[in-house]
């Protein structure tokens, strides 16, 4: 059974031609302030990726396409690492002696929405930084999706790559088609972009550092702060907007869907989203009282606020810093790691595991020590009381959170070959596969993994991209059987 490459070259093709586009406005702004090395790069670039991308859509004549799930699963990892590679060219030819590992990294950071960095923020040019947050902006809602929602006018049948794009247990089903879903969930990711925009430039910043603000926070993937911009993230103003939209792309966006339909009982009803918001509510009290008493705060109020914004960070894998967290009690600290694993709603911007699954986990966990007392009885497990889960759903769970720790323990072993110490080297592999991009150790708050060496920033590029798709797309591509699957064998 062969692959059906037209599809892969016309899909590579609408790709390139969007990067392309999304080019356009960092090649403004390089002008803009005059970084003339960096506009060479991006306007070559783009009018490449432009051309090359109107030449495969108009030139180019496929009969429509149609797609198996295992092209699904190629596609959607052959993407991320084109995209990624294509969006670490700019910053390559941006003029400041950058290796294309590092450069690569950067994009991979970018469009994963990990928001890390292995270069010194403060030299790398204006646009650059903005590229920087428009592939955050871009991989936060996913590429793809933008694509799965005009799929239909080229003739594609998107249904395998929506599959391998967002998997993952779901409580309810959308009443829309894969293409409806598309634009209704990028409608509301815009609609949020734009309100928080529009909110932070009332405020204290300027549109450049809004834009830039609005795009990392909205995706979930961190703050890009320069030395010059870092008293404004100090105001309490800009740190009450980015939470509150950092916890509404963490957020399930089922929730906004219902919401659009008036359909308010089941929308405030949602029992990932009311687990979440209590989990925020709980770590964030724990965490305040921890401070307090442990003499690190003086002002209670003050220890749940900071408290809330690391917890909001964590949980909603993105990662950014109001405080040295690293000088905590280690409770307070073991609870922030803890809900990075955790991480964010299915169907959000965020990373790791989600609230659904650990939700599926615990009742499976309370269903099997209720067995090992009852062993005969017949209980199924409930999220609420209308809303069973299926044995193929728990399966499922149970699988992707035993291949999760898998990925984690392999990832920290080649990563253990750069010989930093263990504190580093085990909280970097969950801070790229979570796609958090925050850890403890060398790299403390800061969000920085220049001691790193290539292979291993090669290593956590992998981890990112496979975080960011749920390892699926990825781990699948290793499995013999993805390759010839008429001969697969039984296991």
């Known amino acids: 059974m062969r692959f059906n490459f037209k599809a892969v070259i016309k899909i590579l093709g609408i790709l390139t031609l969007i990067e392309g586009v999304f080019m356009l406005p960092c090649l403004g702004v390089a ?27 108009t030139q180019l004549k496929f009969d429509k396409i149609i797609l198996r799930t295992r092209e699904g699963y190629f596609i959607a990892c052959a993407s991320w690492i084109y ?28 469009f994963s929405t990990t928001g890390c960095s292995v270069l010194n923020i403060d030299i790398v040019p204006l646009s650059m930084l903005l590229w920087r947050a428009l592939c955050h902006w871009l991989g936060g809602m996913g590429i793809l999706v933008l694509l799965i929602s005009i ?31 598309g634009k209704f969930l990028y409608l509301s990711y815009l609609t949020l972009s734009v309100a ?41 103003y800009v740190r009450a907007i980015v939470l509150a939209f950092t916890i509404l792309s963490s957020l399930n966006y089922m929730a906004y869907f219902l919401l659009i339909k008036k359909r308010w009982k089941e929308a405030f009803s ?60 280690a409770f307070t600290v073991t609870i922030l790691m803890l809900l990075l694993l955790v991480g964010g709603c299915s169907f959000s911007t965020s990373g790791s595991l989600k609230v659904i699954r650990v939700m599926i986990l615990f009742k499976l966990a309370k269903r099997g020590m209720l067995k090992q007392i009852h062993p005969n009885i017949v209980k199924a497990v409930m999220l609420d009381k209308d809303n069973p889960v299926t044995a193929r759903t728990a399966a499922s769970v149970t699988m992707h959170t035993l291949l999760f720790f898998g990925v984690i ?64 797309a990825i781990v699948i591509i290793f499995a013999k059987s993805f390759w010839k699957p008429d001969k697969a064998v039984t296991i």
């Open 31 to 57: 002008m803009h302030y005059g970084e003339w090395t960096s506009a060479s790069a991006f306007v070559t670039v783009s009018l490449f990726c432009i051309s090359i991308g109107f030449v495969i859509l």
């Open 83 to 110: 995209c990624s590679v294509l969006g670490a060219i700019p910053l390559y030819f941006c003029g400041r002696n950058f290796s294309f590992i590092n450069c690569l990294f950067e994009s991979v950071a970018g």
């Open 151 to 181: 799929f239909p006018l080229w003739g594609i049948n998107n249904q395998s790559i929506a599959s391998a794009e967002t998997p993952g247990p779901s409580t309810r089903k959308l009443e829309a088609n894969y293409s409806d879903t």
């Open 196 to 236: 928080e925009f529009t909110l932070l430039v009332l405020g204290p910043m300027d549109w450049f550092n809004a834009l830039l603000t609005t795009c990392s926070s909205i995706s979930t993937a961190g703050l890009i702060i320069t030395s010059e911009s870092a008293w404004l993230y100090t105001l309490p």
């Open 270 to 329: 949602n029992i990932e989203i009311r687990i979440f918001l209590l989990i925020i509510a709980i770590a964030s009290l724990l965490i305040g009282f921890s401070l307090k008493i442990s003499g690190i705060y003086g002002n209670l109020w003050q220890a749940i606020k900071d408290g809330l914004c690391q917890v909001v960070s964590f949980i909603s894998t993105s990662g950014y810093f109001v405080c040295d967290y690293t000088n905590w009690p």
């Open 409 to 472: 323990t392999v990832g920290c072993l080649l990563l253990s070959f750069n010989n930093l110490d263990m504190e580093t080297t085990l909280t970097t592999t969950i801070a790229m596969f979570s796609n958090t991009g925050i850890a403890l150790g060398l790299p403390g708050n800061t969000g920085y993994f220049g001691m790193f060496n290539e292979f291993s920033q090669i290593i956590m590029s992998f981890l990112m991209i496979a975080g960011r798709l749920e390892m699926y």
